[in-house]
C-alpha cells in the first residue's frame, strides 16, 4: 500500500449528503454538502441513496433560473477519479532524458521501456497503461499530460474540490455536472446522475433534480430487521405507495415522498442485473480483468449493461482502484491497480463496441494533480499539472497540451500545466454534451476549450 499524507486520510473519506470534510483552515463545507437539512437518503444492501439538492445547494446565482433542455441525444459522460495525486510523469515517462534520470535515481524507468509515445518522441507509456496505449493508437485515447489550473493548490482537499465544482471557488457548493443536470434533466430520473461508488460524487451534487449512486447494481436492494421474502416485498411495495400518496404535500414531505417513489422506482429498473446466488443476472461480451481486492472491473462491467439495457444514464461518476498518494511504494501501486484500472477501461471500451454504444459514451479520467518532478527516498511528494484522459471512439485521439518537459519547472519543483481543467470541462459540456459552458463553469469565458471530441 502507498504511504500517503493524512491530508489525503481526510480527503478520501467524503460521505454521501455531506460531501469532503473540512480539514482546511478557513475552508467551508464543499461541494456535496448541505444535503442533511434538506435531504434525503436511503441505503441499501447495495449501498443505493437518491439525493435531491435544496438550500444552500442552489444553483450559481446568476443562473437561478436556468432553460430547460432535452438531454444531448442519449450521451453518457463517465468521470473515472484517480484518487490521491497519479504521478504522470511516470504515466507517460521521459525515459531517455538526463534529467529525468538525475531526478529519479531509483524511480525512473530504464530506457526504451514501454511503447513510444507517437506525438511526442520524448515519452514512452508505462507498461501499466500498455492497454491505453493499444486504444490510443486507434485514435479513441486523448493525453493531456500537464492539466491543472494557474496557481497550484497541493493539498487534496482544495484542488480536489476544485475539480469537483468546476472552478478556483473554494465556497461554491454544487458539482459541476450537478449544475449541467440542474439545466437539463428531469424531476423524475434519479439515474440521469448516477454514482457508482455507492456515495454522493461531489461533481453530481445537484440543487434541484434527484442523482442516484449505487455501488453493485447487481445487489441493489433493501435490508429491514427482521423482515425478509413475501413480507419484504410487501414492505417495499408499500413504501412506493405511501410516497405516491404523500408526493403533494408540504415541500419537505413532498421531497421525502419523491424520493420514496424514485427509490423504489430504481429497485424496478435495476431487477433485470439482480444477482441469483451470487450469479450476476446480465453477462458480459468482452472478458474484464479479475482482481479478488478490487470490484472495479465489475462495476464497468454492470455500467455497460446498464447502457446496454436502455436505462437512462447521463452523467456517472465512478472512483478507480488505488491510492495515488505515492509518497512511498509507488513502484508497487503503479505496477498494480493502475494496471488493472486500465485494463478494464479498454475493456469498458471493447464491451461497449460489441453492444453498439461506443458512439454514445465518453470516459474522461482525472485526478486532483500530479506530483513532485523529484523523487523523495521512497516516492513522490505532492505536485501541480497531472495527467487527464478522454476515451472514446468518439474521443479527438490525440494529444491535447504539450509537455512541458522537467528543465523548467515552477518554483515548487512541479511540472507546469499546458491546459486548464476548467476548459476540459468547458470542452466536455460544450463539444460532447451540447450545452453552453457559460453559467455553469464559472470563468469559462477566459479559458481555451481544447478540442476533445470529433
Same mark, same amino acid.
Given at each position: 500500500?502507498?504511504?500517503?499524507? %493524512?491530508?489525503?486520510?481526510?480527503a478520501?473519506r467524503?460521505?454521501?449528503?455531506?460531501?469532503l470534510?473540512a480539514i482546511?483552515?478557513?475552508?467551508p463545507?464543499?461541494?456535496?454538502?448541505g444535503?442533511s437539512?434538506?435531504?434525503?437518503?436511503?441505503?441499501?444492501?447495495?449501498?443505493? /441513496?437518491a439525493?435531491?439538492?435544496?438550500?444552500?445547494l442552489a444553483?450559481l446565482?446568476?443562473?437561478?433560473?436556468?432553460?430547460?433542455?432535452?438531454?444531448?441525444?442519449?450521451?453518457?459522460?463517465v468521470?473515472?477519479?484517480?484518487?490521491g495525486?497519479l504521478?504522470?510523469?511516470?504515466?507517460?515517462?521521459?525515459?531517455?532524458?538526463?534529467?529525468?534520470?538525475?531526478?529519479?535515481p531509483r524511480l525512473a524507468l530504464?530506457p526504451?521501456t514501454g511503447t513510444?509515445f507517437?506525438e511526442d518522441g520524448?515519452?514512452?507509456w508505462?507498461?501499466?497503461?500498455a492497454a /491505453?496505449a493499444g486504444?490510443?493508437a486507434?485514435?479513441?485515447v486523448?493525453?493531456? !499530460?500537464?492539466?491543472?489550473?494557474?496557481h497550484?493548490?497541493q #493539498?487534496h482537499f482544495?484542488?480536489r474540490?476544485f475539480h469537483e465544482?468546476g472552478?478556483?471557488?473554494?465556497?461554491?457548493?454544487t458539482?459541476?455536472m450537478? %449544475?449541467?443536470?440542474?439545466?437539463?434533466?428531469?424531476m423524475?430520473?434519479?439515474?440521469q446522475g448516477l454514482a457508482l461508488?455507492?456515495?454522493?460524487a461531489?461533481?453530481l451534487?445537484?440543487g434541484?433534480?434527484p442523482?442516484?449512486a449505487?455501488?453493485?447494481?447487481?445487489?441493489?436492494d433493501?435490508w429491514?430487521?427482521?423482515?425478509w421474502g413475501?413480507?419484504e416485498a410487501?414492505?417495499?411495495d408499500?413504501?412506493?405507495r405511501i410516497?405516491?400518496?404523500?408526493?403533494?404535500?408540504g415541500p419537505?414531505?413532498?421531497?421525502?415522498a419523491r424520493?420514496? *417513489?424514485?427509490?423504489a422506482?430504481?429497485?424496478t429498473?435495476?431487477?433485470?442485473?439482480?444477482e441469483?446466488d451470487?450469479?450476476?443476472?446480465?453477462? =458480459?461480451?468482452v472478458a474484464?480483468?479479475a482482481?479478488?481486492d478490487s470490484d472495479?472491473?465489475?462495476?464497468l462491467?454492470?455500467?455497460a449493461? *446498464?447502457l446496454?439495457s436502455?436505462l437512462?444514464?447521463?452523467c456517472?461518476?465512478?472512483?478507480?482502484?488505488g491510492?495515488?498518494d505515492?509518497h512511498?511504494n509507488?513502484?508497487?501501486?503503479l505496477n498494480?491497480?493502475?494496471?488493472?484500472t486500465?485494463d478494464?477501461?479498454?475493456a469498458?471500451q471493447?464491451d461497449?463496441e460489441?453492444?453498439g /454504444?461506443a458512439?454514445?459514451v465518453?470516459v474522461?479520467v482525472?485526478?486532483?494533480f500530479g506530483? %513532485?518532478a523529484?523523487?523523495n527516498?521512497?516516492?513522490?511528494?505532492?505536485?501541480a499539472?497531472?495527467?487527464?484522459l478522454?476515451?472514446? =471512439?468518439r474521443?479527438?485521439?490525440?494529444?491535447?497540451g504539450?509537455?512541458?518537459?522537467l528543465?523548467?519547472?515552477d518554483?515548487d519543483?512541479?511540472l507546469?500545466?499546458t #491546459?486548464d481543467?476548467?476548459?476540459?470541462y468547458?470542452a466536455?459540456?460544450?463539444?460532447? /454534451?451540447?450545452?453552453d459552458?457559460?453559467?455553469?463553469i464559472?470563468d469559462?469565458?477566459?479559458?481555451a476549450? !481544447?478540442q476533445l471530441? %470529433?
Open positions: 500500500m502507498a504511504h500517503h499524507c %493524512r491530508d489525503f486520510a481526510h478520501a467524503a460521505r454521501a449528503g455531506q460531501g470534510p482546511e483552515p478557513g475552508m463545507a464543499p461541494a456535496g454538502s444535503l437539512r434538506r435531504g434525503f437518503l436511503l441505503r441499501s444492501a447495495g449501498l443505493a /441513496l439525493v435531491y439538492g435544496g438550500g444552500r444553483p446565482q446568476a443562473e437561478a433560473a436556468l432553460a430547460q433542455a432535452p438531454l444531448a441525444g442519449g450521451r453518457v459522460l468521470q473515472v477519479f484517480l484518487a495525486g504521478d504522470s510523469v511516470s504515466f507517460l515517462a521521459p525515459t531517455e532524458d538526463a534529467t529525468y534520470r538525475r531526478l529519479r530504464p526504451g513510444p507517437r520524448r515519452l514512452r508505462h507498461p501499466s497503461a /491505453l486504444l490510443h486507434e485514435g479513441k486523448s493525453v493531456l !499530460p500537464a492539466v491543472g489550473y494557474e497550484p493548490d #493539498s482544495v484542488s474540490h465544482v472552478a478556483l471557488d473554494p465556497r461554491l457548493a458539482g459541476w450537478g %449544475r449541467y443536470l440542474d439545466r437539463v434533466g428531469t423524475d430520473n434519479p439515474l461508488d455507492g456515495t454522493l461531489p461533481a451534487a445537484a434541484r433534480v442523482v442516484a449505487v455501488a453493485e447494481p447487481g445487489n441493489y433493501f429491514a430487521r427482521d423482515v413475501d413480507v410487501l414492505m417495499l408499500a413504501t412506493a410516497g405516491a400518496a404523500h408526493a403533494g404535500g419537505a414531505t413532498a421531497q421525502v424520493a420514496a *417513489m424514485h427509490t422506482g430504481l429497485r429498473r435495476l431487477a433485470p442485473l439482480r441469483r451470487g450469479v450476476p443476472a446480465f453477462t =458480459s461480451p474484464y480483468p482482481d479478488p472495479f472491473p465489475q462495476r462491467a454492470a455500467l449493461a *446498464m446496454g436502455g437512462p444514464l447521463h456517472v461518476a465512478i472512483t478507480a482502484p491510492d495515488y505515492t512511498a509507488q513502484t508497487a501501486v498494480g491497480p493502475l494496471k488493472l486500465c478494464a477501461l479498454a469498458f471493447r461497449l460489441v453492444r /454504444l458512439d454514445r465518453l474522461h482525472w485526478s486532483e506530483r %513532485r523529484a523523487e527516498a521512497e516516492g513522490t511528494d505532492h505536485g499539472a497531472g495527467l487527464g478522454v476515451i472514446g =471512439s474521443a479527438a485521439g490525440r494529444m491535447v504539450e509537455f512541458p518537459g528543465d523548467v519547472l518554483q519543483g512541479n507546469r500545466a #491546459s481543467f476548467r476548459g476540459v468547458a466536455l459540456l460544450e463539444q460532447w /454534451l451540447g450545452t459552458a457559460n453559467g455553469l464559472p469559462a469565458a477566459a479559458v476549450r !481544447p471530441v %470529433r
